[in-house]
């Protein structure tokens, strides 16, 4: 049997009230919502190294260093977005609301298999309209692959790196080896042969 769905469209406002509550974490896409789904090990583990190395760079700055529960609204002409990314950080002094950022400087996503189309496309393009982002970095999880898309003025330059090689996020002035990102993963991943040591 196939159930009838719905769609509902929300205003941002509903949106915000019903997170507050929700077992469950939703994105919104101007009026609508798409649950997210649950992150594995290794997605946890690569997100967690990120933000803690950023968080203890950062340490005693004014910027400030968030994990995936920190929702960022991004606002233009034609979209009203809300997206809960994996790292982020705001240097705002201002920030507008206690739910959401709006003017990051940095955003993280660890790419899973079912997002990695959109966190490339999708993603790139929404956070690259950002006027107070400088870098937008993916990571996957399932091989050495880091990418970093310096934005200026909206428009986002690729850097690729890999085993070996040390990421420059150079909007909170920190290099981290590849290595170290993909440390807590590494005897599983050398299983899978992605380290060759």
């Known amino acids: 049997m ?18 507050k509550s929700s077992d469950v974490k939703h994105e919104y896409d101007n009026g609508y919502v798409v649950a997210m789904v649950g992150a ?29 529960d920190m929702k960022v609204r991004i606002r233009t002409d034609h979209n009203d977005l809300f ?3 994996d790292v982020m950080v705001s240097c705002d002094d ?3 609301s206690e ?8 955003i993280v996503e660890v790419l899973s298999p079912t997002t990695e189309i959109r966190d490339k ?11 107070s982002l400088k870098e937008y970095v993916t990571v996957a999880q399932d091989r050495v692959e880091v990418n970093r898309y310096s934005v200026v003025d909206g428009v986002a330059s690729l ?9 420059e996020l150079a909007s909170v002035g920190l290099t981290i080896p590849v ?3 993909y440390a807590d993963v590494a005897e599983e991943a050398m299983k899978k042969g992605l380290f060759d040591d």
């Open 179 to 181: 290595k170290e990102i």
């Open 83 to 85: 997206y809960y990314p």
């Open 2 to 19: 196939t159930l009838a769905t719905k769609k509902i469209r929300l205003t941002p406002e509903e949106y915000l009230e019903g997170e």
């Open 159 to 167: 850097t690729q790196y890999q085993e070996g090689d040390g990421v």
């Open 94 to 96: 201002n920030p507008v």
């Open 99 to 106: 739910y959401y950022e709006e003017k990051p400087t940095l």
């Open 40 to 68: 594995s090990r290794a997605h946890n583990l690569i997100a967690l190294t990120l933000a803690a190395a950023i968080k203890q760079h950062l340490e005693g700055s004014r910027c400030r260093t968030y994990m995936s």
């Open 121 to 131: 496309l999708e993603k790139l393009s929404a956070y690259s309209s950002i006027p």
